[in-house]
């Protein structure tokens, strides 16, 4: 089971830490995402880190502004998110799997948190 937290409105330029906790099966062999979704659109993906914890990729928008890690220990992934703007406003899912390297498309998920909503005030 996936649990997502820390989202809560925040003014434009500033910050939000996301995090996902994980429980259940844990040996760290899941790729971790983190996908959002706006009101009337769909889900698109923000964020991934490999199962090594150093390979990532992100979303052309978000790059030089948001940071995506984890603590293995922890069982934990988080989405720093820095300079916000109005349009990253949506319920943001972290997501994990064991298939691919970096994969982008929610298809390729198998397990889902339940979302946590960041609202930008601009």
């Known amino acids: 089971q996936l649990q997502a937290s820390g989202g809560g409105l925040v003014q434009a330029g500033g910050s939000l830490r996301l995090s996902c906790a994980a429980s259940?099966?844990?040996?760290?062999?899941?790729?971790m995402a983190w996908f959002r979704q706006a009101p009337g659109k769909e889900r698109e993906f923000v964020a991934v880190?490999?199962?090594?914890?150093?390979?990532?990729y992100y979303k052309d928008s978000v790059k030089g502004r948001f940071t995506i890690s984890r603590d293995n220990a922890k069982n934990t992934t988080y989405l720093q998110m820095n300079s916000l703007k109005a349009e990253d406003t949506a319920v943001y899912y972290c997501?994990?799997?064991?298939?691919?390297?970096?994969?982008?498309?929610?298809?390729?998920?198998?397990?889902w948190g339940q979302g946590t909503l960041v609202t930008v005030s601009s």
């Open positions: 259940g099966r844990t040996d760290n062999s899941y790729n």
């Open positions: 880190i490999h199962r090594n914890g150093y390979n990532t």
């Open positions: 997501a994990a799997t064991t298939r691919g390297v970096l994969p982008v498309l929610p298809k390729s998920y198998d397990y």
